[in-house]
């Protein structure tokens, strides 16, 4: 019962945080999603289906302030938190390089994807956009992993088969 308290308050307080304190944070109008680098983290340290409903809840809320195309942010966060579980799968958790490098990746394919898909349907946005929230996710992401790996290690969070 605390992990899933735990997890719902840090989605609200980094779904608060996104739109109201890092856009103050912003450097030339850019500024990186702490609830998508968040979901990442989660999804590497945990089982893939853990993943899966992480991505679908972010990007659910980050498409509530998303008016281009509803229902983008929640696809892209699914596949994404997917592939970073898997990812997460096949790493030692405790080195901090791959993640971090992973998720430098992932937000760059995302903003690649948010930018076809709006291009595609007629809005026209900045390239560039993906390019400088990537960079600005994997400095971000090089503090709020070490943080989120030393809450998962912690033992009311971590999950014991009862069979």
């Known amino acids: 019962m605390k992990r ?13 945080m996104d739109n109201t304190f890092m856009p103050f944070l912003a450097i030339h109008g850019y500024y990186p999603s702490l609830l998508f680098i968040f979901a990442l983290c989660y999804s590497m340290l945990n089982e893939r289906w853990y993943a899966l409903g992480m991505g679908i809840i ?5 498409d509530i302030y998303f008016f281009n195309g509803f229902g983008v ?5 699914m596949l994404l938190c997917l592939i970073a579980g898997e990812i997460g799968r096949s790493l030692f958790k405790e080195k901090m390089f791959i993640p971090v490098i992973s998720i430098f990746c992932l937000t760059f394919i995302k903003g690649l994807c948010i930018y076809e898909i709006l291009h595609m349907s ?5 390239i560039y956009n993906s390019v400088f929230n990537a960079v600005y996710s994997f400095f971000i992401a090089i503090i709020m992993y070490r943080v989120i ?15």
């Open 4 to 16: 899933i308290v735990t997890n719902t308050l840090l989605v609200i307080i980094f779904f608060i």
């Open 58 to 62: 972010c990007g659910f809320l980050q």
């Open 73 to 77: 942010n929640m696809l892209l966060n």
């Open 122 to 126: 007629g809005l026209y946005s900045n």
């Open 149 to 163: 790996y030393k809450l998962y290690q912690k033992q009311y969070m971590i999950r014991n088969w009862k069979i």
